[in-house]
């Protein structure tokens, strides 16, 4: 099991930036793929973006372009940099660990953390 911890949420204005952390522990944080989910009020839970085997990544449509996600190997943490924020990207965001990167395209993540709130005011 790896535990998550997701900080660097907040409230910021349209078109603003965040950078959100995830810090894992208890395993091997190099086999793992990584990724980010959100849940907006009321929706269920989507995901946002992914990284595996080094450095590949993949992102939902609404997001390409304005976040970018990275780990840093050596500091067991994954970010996700989000910038030209909306509204729509209000929401709860959620940092997920599994052996499989399709596991966690498919949302059958073995690990989750608990979760970070981004508000993004209009």
């Known amino acids: 099991q790896v535990q998550l911890v997701e900080s660097g949420g907040g409230l910021v204005q349209a078109g603003g930036s965040l950078r959100l952390s995830c810090a894992a522990s208890?395993?091997?944080?190099?086999?793992?793929?990584m990724g980010w989910f959100r849940q907006a009020p009321g929706k269920e839970r989507e995901f946002v973006t992914s990284?595996?085997?080094?450095?590949?990544?993949k992102y939902v449509d609404s997001v390409k372009g304005r976040f970018t996600i990275s780990r840093d190997s050596a500091k067991n943490t994954v970010y996700l940099q989000m910038n030209s924020l909306k509204p729509e990207d209000t929401g709860v965001y959620y940092c997920?660990?599994?052996?499989?990167?399709?596991?966690?395209?498919?949302?059958?993540?073995?690990?989750w953390g608990q979760g970070t709130q981004v508000t993004v005011s209009s």
């Open positions: 997920a660990a599994d052996r499989s990167p399709l596991q966690i395209l498919r949302s059958r993540v073995s690990n």
């Open positions: 208890g395993r091997s944080f190099s086999g793992y793929a």
């Open positions: 990284i595996w085997n080094g450095g590949n990544t």
